[in-house]
């Protein structure tokens, strides 16, 4: 019994562990937001990666 209630907690947790982890993919995709809707901001930034 103590293992169904613990694999519970798991099950429980687990969308806690997960919500946590695609935090740093959703910073990195809110910068290419703010790029596309300032071209200005791209071309400054496409400048250094041709360099």
């Known amino acids: 019994m103590k293992l169904k209630i613990f694999i519970g907690l798991l099950l429980a947790l687990a969308p806690a562990f997960a919500s946590a982890t695609p935090k740093p993919p959703t910073a990195h995709l809110r910068p290419q937001l703010y790029h596309d ?15």
């Open 37 to 51: 809707r300032s071209p200005k901001a791209r071309i400054h930034q496409s400048l250094p990666h041709h360099a």
